[in-house]
């Protein structure tokens, strides 16, 4: 027997077992006899070469008679492209996985074997993914065959993921992303995408708080919706405060808040009066009013009044309010993250490839916030750019405004413009003046 023989196991496209010899002949299984030797045939015996050549294998792929004679040239390249395949099909495989599987990377380290003989990446890029795809769960079709339990619904740690499902909804949020969601509860911030959402559903929600020690924003919660009812939201929302350390509110309003989906919708419309055109402010206050009214909240109604008193009597609007004036921060933040994850994605993805890179997303963002909590890693280096000197700026407002209350000044000295302006010339954002000069003017 020939001591430099060198057989190398295949596959055919079809699966069935391939035999390579000397990565020039390919051999096709043909024959199980009775001792169970295997029988391989040239892949050409088929061909009008009728090539009669063959190999004998014992269980242990021992070589028991090999006839090398061949009427063909050697196949050099389409034994390449054979060994490529299959070596990135196994590893496939063997992924419990597959998404985690690069058919690139692994190309690139049989293409170092092979050497010069080697088939190009993108002649073979289909049939990889096509075998990737044949090891993957079947793509959901509807909202209705999303499971109720799944490998893809614990993170990286093996905590639970998905911590919500109904017919319209499911809402993934890790302890982790819990964790944040109470402790960073006044910085939530909230906005969809429909680029990544799965062609069964309509929207992917996506909420992000700001860490102020670590100066960054981190992913809170990611839910997948089947439409845009106002009802699915409500479930929403309230699902993550149930999962969620119980979100402080202030007593005077708190159980009338709970108790009214309406309530909790018009205090966060109150809360997001600094950010909308001041055109509207008082008809939506009236209308928020009205309806208290109505229903007798008489708890709400004694905060309404208050905040019109503070807020709408005492100041001047466009002193606290953000429209057209700055582009807010939080905008920013979830605008960001949305065209992030939209690059992940060269198309719709499919749904368990979006839970998935979720799922990597959350482990990225857990790594990243214990690494620097832990000061392993750096806090993110702090760049002021308008938006936050503004936020500066007020902030120090405040405090002045809090040294002066307490040297015996009241509400209407401290609303005068001309304290105002004293007020905030003693900010430290000197590069601002000329903006707030133009706010004091109007």
């Not at 299959?86 to 063997?94: A, D, F, G, S, T």
């Not at 709400?300 to 609007?317: A, G, Q, V």
């Not at 466009?318 to 921060?329: D, F, L």
Request: proline letters at 2%.
């Amino acid at each position: 027997m020939d001591d430099k023989l060198k057989i190398e196991i295949s596959e055919t496209n079809r699966g069935k077992e391939q035999i390579i010899i000397n990565k020039k002949y390919k051999y096709n299984f043909s024959t199980l006899k009775k001792d169970n030797t295997k029988v391989y045939r040239c892949t050409e015996y088929r061909t009008s070469n009728k090539c009669k050549s063959f190999i004998i294998l014992n269980n242990n792929k021992e070589v028991l008679k090999y006839e090398s004679s061949h009427n063909h040239l050697e196949k050099e390249f389409s034994t390449s492209i054979s060994i490529t395949k299959h070596k990135i099909k196994n590893e496939i495989r063997k992924s419990l996985i597959p998404l985690d599987m690069r058919p690139k990377r692994i190309y690139d380290e049989v293409s170092q074997e092979l050497g010069f003989i080697c088939p190009e990446y993108n002649s073979i890029k289909s049939q990889l993914s096509r075998s990737r795809n044949k090891q993957l769960f079947p793509d959901i079709k509807t909202f209705e065959e999303i499971p109720d339990e799944s490998e893809y619904y614990k993170t990286t740690r093996n905590e639970n993921f998905m911590i919500f499902k109904n017919s319209n909804l499911v809402i993934f949020q890790s302890p982790f992303q819990a964790k944040l969601f109470s402790k960073y509860d006044k910085d939530i911030f909230a906005d969809g995408t429909f680029y990544i959402a799965p062609t069964i559903s309509y929207q992917v929600f996506i909420t992000r708080t700001y860490v102020t020690e670590l100066n960054g924003f981190y992913t809170t919660s990611f839910s997948v919706l089947k439409d845009k009812k106002q009802s699915t939201y409500e479930i929403l929302f309230e699902e993550i405060k149930k999962i969620s350390l119980e979100i402080n509110k202030n007593a005077l309003y708190y159980k009338e808040v709970e108790d009214n989906n309406i309530l909790y919708i018009y205090y966060k419309a109150i809360s997001n009066l600094p950010f909308i055109n001041p055109e509207y402010i008082f008809n939506i206050y009236n209308k928020i009013k009205s309806t208290c009214e109505a229903c007798d909240r008489f708890q709400f109604l004694k905060f309404l009044e208050y905040f019109k008193n503070t807020y709408l009597n005492n100041y001047d609007i466009k002193s606290w309010n953000y429209y057209k004036s700055i582009e807010h921060i939080t905008n920013n933040a979830s605008e960001s993250f949305n065209n992030y994850l939209n690059n992940l994605f060269a198309k719709k993805p499919s749904f368990y490839k979006l839970i998935y890179t979720l799922q990597k997303e959350e482990s990225l963002s857990y790594n990243d916030y214990e690494r620097r909590i832990g000061g392993i890693w750096n806090k993110k280096k702090r760049i002021l750019g308008r938006t936050e000197e503004i936020d500066g700026l007020i902030r120090h407002y405040e405090k002045l405004e809090s040294e002066l209350i307490k040297n015996g000044y009241n509400k209407n000295d401290i609303s005068d413009e001309s304290m105002t302006y004293t007020i905030l010339r003693n900010s430290r954002c000197d590069n601002l003046r000329k903006d707030l000069d133009t706010i004091v003017d109007k």
